[in-house]
């Protein structure tokens, strides 16, 4: 018997209606419109507004969106692995509300917080999910309301982030598509480069936490910077050398969205060229974990069936890792 693996077998991203401009940040915190473009490459990012609006509610029309594409019905559908930051609360998780939201009534899910890597360890624990032959139809989300974490009086955090998100499913295999290999990443002690203070167990939320600020995420840029280039660069190439890819074989490189100038950078490491790299940095900003499935998603009529991809990210923890497969369908022949 053929191998069994997993394969994307569709895509849907979701992004919140309001736009958030260079210029708009700029009248709230001083920068402007050029520094953001050159060192980030960010010209908009949306916004999920409204009260009581969580991420649940990206993720459920997410995979209302998906369900509808791929001729699901939602009755099919046995598991949601959400990747976020930003679940609605603290408990309970944010799969299984949108799975609610969105008339799962068959499936059972969990989140996974791996941060900007998050939909790469999601995506990875869905298809062995998938490969160990229980489950047909395994839904994989990456989500995020950035917005939420965001100090909008800090200018070196605010302007580079947003809110969105991708869902894909996932379907057993056995043609030679799908999810073939990764290789993932965690060092903790990169937490002092990127996180969130207060609001955990660590310090419960207080007065004093919220009047200190210490509910939104804190940066140091250059060293996360330079961690990301180092640690992308890295795995994706030891995930080429392991499974014969040459730059000419690699159809797509699919980065994490944090900044252009990383994905440029590992561009050039890895001798990529960069019109095989998928890029939409400059209209969502970085989503954290919507970054991967929402490239998927913009880039989907481009992708033919059989296309080797590489799927790369880093992020808060730190975590990094790098995900092979082979494309499981042309993407012309499905509409957006
Ligand atoms: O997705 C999770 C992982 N995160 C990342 O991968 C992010 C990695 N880091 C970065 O993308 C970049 O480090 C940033 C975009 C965060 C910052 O860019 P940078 O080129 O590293 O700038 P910098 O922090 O070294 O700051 C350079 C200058 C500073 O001014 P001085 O000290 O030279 O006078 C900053 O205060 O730019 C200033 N600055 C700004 N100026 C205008 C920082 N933010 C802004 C801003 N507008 N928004």
Redesign the pocket.
């Known amino acids: 018997m053929s191998q069994v693996r997993a394969a994307i077998t569709g895509v849907f991203g979701y992004l919140p209606d309001y736009i958030l401009t260079n210029d708009e940040l700029a009248t709230i915190?001083?920068?402007?419109d050029e520094?953001?473009t050159t060192?980030?490459g960010i010209k908009t990012r949306h916004i999920l507004k409204g009260e009581e609006q969580g991420t649940s509610v990206m993720v459920a029309e997410a995979i209302k969106g998906l369900l509808k594409k791929t001729n699901t019905a939602p009755e099919d559908v046995e598991l949601v692995i959400c990747a976020t930051v930003t679940g609605d609360a603290i408990f309970p998780d944010t799969a299984n509300i949108a799975a609610y939201k969105a008339g799962l009534t068959n499936s059972f899910g969990f989140d996974v917080n791996a941060?900007?890597s998050g939909f790469l360890y999601a995506l990875t624990v869905g298809a062995k999910m998938v490969e160990g032959g229980k489950h047909k139809k395994v839904i994989v989300v990456g989500a995020d309301k950035m917005s939420s974490i965001i100090d909008y009086t800090d200018?070196?955090t605010c302007?580079?982030f947003g809110d969105g998100c991708g869902a894909v499913m996932l379907e057993p295999t056995t043609e030679d598509t799908g999810i073939i290999d990764y290789q993932h990443h965690a060092d903790g002690s990169g937490e002092k480069f990127?996180y969130l203070v207060a609001g955990g167990s660590r310090k419960p939320a207080t007065v004093d936490t919220v009047m200190a600020r210490e509910h939104f995420v804190r940066?140091n840029?250059?060293p996360?910077?330079k961690a990301?280039v180092t640690g992308m660069t890295d795995v994706v190439q030891k995930v080429m050398a392991r499974n014969g890819l040459d730059n000419d074989s690699l159809d797509w490189l699919v980065p994490?969205q944090?900044?252009i100038r990383?994905i440029q950078t590992i561009s050039k490491m890895v001798d990529f060229p960069l019109d095989k790299v998928m890029i939409n940095i400059e209209k969502y900003g970085?989503t954290?974990a919507g970054t991967l499935p929402l490239c998927l998603w913009d880039y989907e009529s481009q992708l033919k069936k059989g296309d080797d991809i590489i799927l790369t990210a880093?992020?808060?923890g730190f975590t990094w890792g790098a995900l092979y497969l082979k494309w499981a369908y042309d993407g012309s022949a499905v509409g957006k």
Do not use: E, K, M, S
């Open positions: 915190v001083d920068t402007n520094w953001i060192r980030t941060a900007c200018r070196t302007v580079i990127l940066q840029g250059r996360v910077f990301a994490h944090a900044n990383i970085n954290t880093f992020g808060g």
